[in-house]
């Protein structure tokens, strides 16, 4: 990932760019794909636990 910043005094100005590939984009949608399978995982975890201890 590359993030360029340029400020400007006269007249005042900010503006940013940013560049990212695709292994970088993979990355964050495996990391994202992990976090709700492990919340899936839990709530199913959760909903037998409670169902053996109703039983």
Same mark, same amino acid.
């Given at each position: 990932?590359? &993030?360029? +910043?340029? &400020? *400007?005094?006269?007249?005042? /100005? !900010?503006? *940013?760019?940013?560049? +990212? $590939? %695709?292994?970088?984009?993979?990355?964050? =949608? /495996? $990391? +994202?794909?992990? &976090?709700? =399978? =492990? #919340?899936?995982?839990? %709530? #199913? @975890? /959760? *909903? @037998? @636990? &409670? /169902? !053996?201890? $109703?039983?």
């Amino acid at each position: 990932m590359r &993030v360029e +910043i340029e &400020v *400007a005094v006269m007249p005042p /100005r !900010v503006s *940013a760019e940013y560049e +990212i $590939n %695709r292994e970088e984009i993979r990355a964050v =949608g /495996r $990391n +994202i794909a992990i &976090v709700f =399978g =492990g #919340v899936i995982v839990a %709530r #199913v @975890l /959760r *909903a @037998l @636990l &409670v /169902r !053996v201890r $109703n039983q």
